[in-house]
């Protein structure tokens, strides 16, 4: 099993910038993708970027040019970095790990983009 542990998120304002991060633990060798999930009130959850353990990408289109995720292998991390931040970014946020034994999530962080 892959346990994720969340931190980060907040209230930040229109045009802020965040980080978010995600440490795994468990069986970690076993992860071949690391990802960040949405979900708003009222909406489905939705991928927001993800990262394989090789280093590809995938953004969805309203975050392209303001989100970057990265990983940190050693310490078995995965940051979402998201600048210019608007209100329709206000959601919870959940980390996710697709691996060997399975789909893990995170516990969830609230981010709202707010004045």
């Known amino acids: 099993q892959v346990q994720l542990v969340q931190s980060g998120g907040g209230l930040v304002q229109p045009g802020g910038s965040l980080r978010l991060s995600c440490a795994a633990s468990g069986s970690t060798f076993s992860i071949w993708s690391m990802g960040w999930y949405r979900q708003a009130p009222g909406k489905q959850r939705e991928l927001v970027a993800s990262i394989t353990s090789g280093g590809t990408t995938n953004y969805a289109d309203s975050v392209k040019g303001r989100a970057i995720i990265s990983r940190d292998n050693a310490l078995n991390t995965v940051y979402l970095q998201m600048n210019s931040l608007k209100p329709e970014d206000s959601a919870i946020y959940y980390c996710?790990?697709?691996?060997?034994?399975?789909?893990?999530w995170g516990q969830g962080t609230q981010v709202t983009v707010s004045a």
């Open positions: 996710n790990a697709r691996s060997q034994t399975g789909n893990s």
